[in-house]
């Protein structure tokens, strides 16, 4: 009857459990971005039809259509508070006047700082996007958000 060598059986039990543990890590998961704020702003003159959604893995988790005016004051921006109901995996995509524009939510983020403020606004030659982060356990709203363009 062979035998098993000791040093060989434990080289291959080590090999098996190190395969088996490969990925089991206490690491947390990377934060997921919170939009707390989503601002259409037109930039313009002339009056422009915004379209917005937020896309998550389930589909569509918000959209909207609006016609912002340009040419008298607050009319040319629109705030949507907390346009989500949660942290997730957001695809926002914004199109007017031909132009689009889109922004991986996950992409904007820090662990430090996962909530969102998302601005995307017509100037006078393309579609721009803009963007501010902060601690979303901090119980105040950011102070630093930016005003509603108008």
């Not at 313009?44 to 589909?59: C, L, V, Y």
């Not at 902060?134 to 108008?150: F, I, L, R």
């Given at each position: ?127 721009h996007s803009e963007y501010l982060t ?17």
């Open positions: 009857m062979p035998s098993i060598d000791r040093r060989s059986l434990l080289v291959a039990a080590a090999g098996s459990a190190t395969g088996l543990l490969a990925g089991c890590t206490d690491d947390p998961a990377p934060p997921e971005p919170q939009i707390e704020y989503l601002e259409l702003a037109n930039h313009r003159h002339e009056g422009q039809e915004f379209s917005a959604r937020i896309e998550d893995g389930d589909g569509t988790a918000f959209e909207t259509t609006e016609r912002l005016r340009g040419d008298e004051p607050g009319e040319g921006a629109i705030v949507f508070e907390q346009p989500v109901s949660g942290p997730g995996a957001y695809e926002v995509v914004v199109e007017v006047d031909g132009y689009e524009s889109s922004t991986t939510a996950s992409d904007l983020i820090t662990e430090e700082e996962d909530c969102l403020y998302l601005e995307f606004y017509l100037g006078s030659s393309t579609l902060w601690p979303c356990d901090e119980e105040s709203v950011a102070e630093d958000a930016p005003a509603a363009s108008v």
